[in-house]
């Protein structure tokens, strides 16, 4: 069975991300093209780049128009502004595509996340919001090794450094932190301490502190840095691990005396977790096609975008 997929906008994440780089995989375009059994078109409101993008990958490119048919593919992914994806994905489950991949965050408004969720309950879409550490498999590993630290020790603390949006990348560390401790996030006690709109002017880069299930969270949001920033430590009694170089690598430490610094256990690092971080999305979005599973993560991860933008009312520009 050949797969019919979709991929409306070929921006970055879409498309630009990796074009250049054999060795990556970080887009919707590559991963598809790298994954066996796939044939996928393209759509962009930029005809230069569709023009690069369908050379690039041999792809033909299609036009949406408001009656556009989605129903013909079997997944669509979204990787378009974040102001757009309301509508996008009100076609799409509206036509029951079986699975659409959809960029993070799910929407930028309540009313919006509201109508999508009831939407979701009605559709036979299933929707792949695409937070993409939580599909790598070194995060499975990760969540097996904190799951067997909490049977003797608890975490005592929780520090996330992020940049260029509470929503569109904080989030990713707060669904990384849900993922790993199957808990939701509920921002209880959140103070701000800072807001910038550096990036974009629906979503500022937020400092604040709060807590979740009574650890204290730090939030450090960096503005304007001309690098990615994505670190995420959780210190236990007598180990601390470390998320760093954007999730690309996690380091495990522990103190070998009650009182004592701590040192790295190198053997446990992983690295190189997101050379290739769209593979394992598309896989997931595979099995949910051919094995007709509903184990989406739609609604956990809209969910968390709602209480996101609920905080979002008290900050000002």
Not at 148 to 157: E, G, P, T, Y
């Amino acid at each position: 069975m050949v797969i019919k997929a979709l991929i409306i906008g070929c921006g970055n994440i879409g498309a630009l991300y990796d074009l250049n780089d054999p060795k990556k995989v970080w887009t919707h375009a590559k991963a598809f093209s790298r994954t066996k059994g796939i044939d996928f078109v393209i759509a962009d409101t930029d005809n230069k780049i569709l023009e690069k993008i369908s050379k690039q990958y041999k792809v033909s490119s299609v036009k949406i128009t408001d009656d556009f048919d989605y129903a013909k593919f079997d997944i669509v992914s979204i990787t378009t502004p974040t102001p757009t994806h309301f509508d996008y994905l009100q076609g799409l489950m509206t036509q029951n595509v079986p699975v659409i991949i959809c960029e993070k965050p799910v929407a930028a408004s309540v009313d919006e996340l509201n109508i999508l969720l009831q939407l979701h309950g009605h559709s036979k879409s299933k929707v792949l919001v695409n937070y993409i550490r939580r599909f790598q498999p070194e995060y499975s590993v990760l969540k097996k090794r904190i799951s067997a630290i909490l049977k003797n020790d608890s975490c005592r603390a929780i520090a996330v450094k992020y940049q260029r949006g509470f929503l569109n990348n904080g989030g990713h560390a707060f669904d990384l932190l849900e993922f790993l401790f199957d808990r939701p996030v509920l921002f209880e006690k959140f103070h701000v301490q800072s807001a910038v709109f550096d990036a974009f002017d629906y979503d500022p880069t937020i400092t604040a502190t709060c807590n979740y299930y009574d650890i204290p969270v730090s939030i450090t949001g960096v503005t304007n840095a001309a690098y990615p920033v994505f670190e995420i430590e959780l210190f236990f009694q007598k180990q601390k691990i470390v998320i760093c170089h954007s999730g690309d690598e996690i380091r495990y430490y522990a103190a070998s005396k009650k009182i004592a610094p701590l040192s790295e256990n190198k053997k446990l690092r992983q690295t190189g977790i997101l050379k290739e971080y769209m593979l394992p999305v598309v896989e997931v979005a595979k099995y949910l096609l051919k094995k007709n599973s509903n184990a989406d993560n739609f609604i956990q991860a809209a969910e968390l975008n709602r209480r996101m933008v609920n905080l979002l009312p008290v900050i000002s520009k």
